[in-house]
């Protein structure tokens, strides 16, 4: 299915925060049609708002997918309005944080094709990748049809079982924040070792993401292209013997931080 496919019987957009913007800029991007997209968004942005959506209006019959982006401390009062549109032909995909699929089959009607997935926000600019996995009634044509959209904005995954998705989440989904962080402390530590704030930000911000494109781009492992700059008995060694302690190192202090967002992630979901 193509985006002029889905444009025939449009697509309804549940929220519209910083995910929900993020994809539907990389979807505009891409050549889907802004009138073809149903945006319900009770404070939106002047972004969107310049978008040429069809903002809070009235929504179609029986449109092609319904994209859930609320948060989800507001999934129990905006999803609700949206049952007319259950145990039909139209799929909901569910981009929304530790919301699992039975819930979507208690408000909507146990027929009601559901997606689960998880994006990250790179989609805005098409280097996302998300995570997916459906319920009985999304069959292989509803799950073409979500990675068709989500392919958009970057890879695609399908998960064997839901369970995954709490780590998932920790993973891609918050993720991105641990790299935006990285870039943060380490520009942060140049400046206490003499550089400029303008300098060390722009060295930490182009080695960030030029290792991130390296390392998928490359034939070999991040293990070995960590090996690879690593001289012995030189400064990167130097540095990584303080990162790669076991017990105050990357090697703790990221299964820590990975372990609290996918215990929050299963919070969520209770």
Known sequence: MTFDDLA??????????KM?????????KQGLPANAVWVRDPN??????????????DLPDAPAIVLVAVKPQMMAEALPTLKPLGNGSTLFLSVAAGTPIAYYESVLGAQTPVVRAMPNTPAAVGRGITALIGNAQAGEGAMTLAETLLSAVGQTVRLQEEAQMDAVTAVSGSGPAYVFHLIETLAAAGVAEGLDEDL???LARATVAGAGQLAEQAGESPAQLRINVTSPNGTTAAALAVLMDEETGFPALLRRAVHAAAERSRELGR
């Open 44 to 57: 939106p942005s002047d972004w969107l708002k310049a978008q040429g959506v069809n903002l809070n209006a």
């Open 20 to 28: 929900g913007s993020a994809m539907l800029e990389g979807w505009l």
């Open 8 to 17: 025939a019987r449009g697509l309804v957009l549940l929220g519209c925060g």
């Open 200 to 202: 060390a930000l722009q």
